[in-house]
């Protein structure tokens, strides 16, 4: 990375460390009792601006196995109080409610061939958008870091809440591609690809209404069929989204009655199983916000900034993205056991407490006897994946 001068270098691992190593909550208080500077330096740092879009892209290329989509998905952040920036009522997809707190929307690198998913930025959400739309914020906040985000992939993978037409446009004419899921009720129509009558008036565009009870057949492509599925693939138009789309029907047996979900690409050309392959692959984004809330404090900080809360929120999920890069992604895949953030958590928490013995205690750690013991200590209380 460029313009990172020494101090930045130096309070980067610092802070790293400390969101891996601690146990408990984190804020400027704890960051003073086990790191090396004092309550007044960690508040001071987090004021200032560090790339992590940028930070995280370099790392992403480098580590992953270059296949990837950019996913994007908004998380609930608790938080009482009435004096943080950004504090509301926002969606808690957990409580199946709004409740008061703060939302961040998380970008992510899904890495497709490791089927796994590393944080790039969190943005967090205002609570007075003025007149611009809760979508529009979503997708300008896409479209903003653009330069950075195409050179890792130009497919954007959302739930299906952001199969909308505001959202789905702005990508587009912005060089993104949407992979989504629509209702399964979406009012969608086959192309007409039949012999346009003479005479005045516009050339016919539709061939009908889809029945998802009845398909045409001559306008769909079987593409797998078996005892617990059938996937059908067509181009449609969806009156919702105002354009044509990628269409790929999944019907299922399910309790002795048959059920369908619709899933789209705004790329008409998007292999079917790619498509399913990108979007059934977009859950691996919650999996980040799970381990930050769990592990690397994402709800803990008692900041109010909004620079304070923008530099907690990253640093808590890069810090994710380090665990699994060293630990995870850097073991042949063939070898691999589940990514355990609990187990790298015990590890650097108990490598804490060590260098702590050992600067008290004046232990010399590099000899044989000792760089044995070390090890074993270290490993202590890891859960074996």
Known sequence: MQNVNKREYNFMLEIFGLYLSIKGRLNFLQFSRFGKFCER???????????????????????????????????????????TYGVGYYWSGVAGSSKWGLEIGGIAAIDIDNHTAFHLEAVQTPNDLESQSLLSFYAQSIIERKASLQEISSYVVADAYFSKEPFTTELTQNGFELVSRLRNDSYLRYRFSGQ???????????????????????HFTLIE?????????????????????NLVIVYTHRKNKLSHQLYFSTDLNLDANLLLEYYQT???????????????????FQGRSKQNLSFHFNTSLTSVN????????????????????????????NQLLINRFINVFGIIPNKNKNIRKIRELVKWGVIAA
């Open 41 to 83: 330096s960690y508040r001071n740092q987090f004021q200032h601006d560090f790339d992590f879009l940028e930070f995280n892209k370099t790392s992403v290329l480098e580590h992953g196995s270059g296949h990837f989509t950019i996913a994007f998905d908004p998380s609930y952040i608790s938080k009482s109080g009435k004096e």
């Open 196 to 218: 346009q009558k003479g005479g005045k008036g516009r050339p016919k565009q539709y061939d009908g209404k889809v029945d998802f009870n009845n398909l045409d057949m001559d």
């Open 225 to 245: 069929n078996d005892s617990q599925s059938k996937i059908y693939k067509t181009e449609v138009h969806s009156k919702a989204l105002k354009r044509f789309i």
């Open 282 to 300: 977009r859950f691996q984004i919650e999996f980040i916000y799970r381990d930050a809330k769990q592990f690397t404090g994402l709800n803990d």
């Open 322 to 349: 380090l665990a699994k890069m060293i630990h995870w992604i850097s073991i042949p895949k063939e070898n691999r056991k589940a990514f355990s953030m609990s187990s790298v958590k015990t590890m650097y928490h």
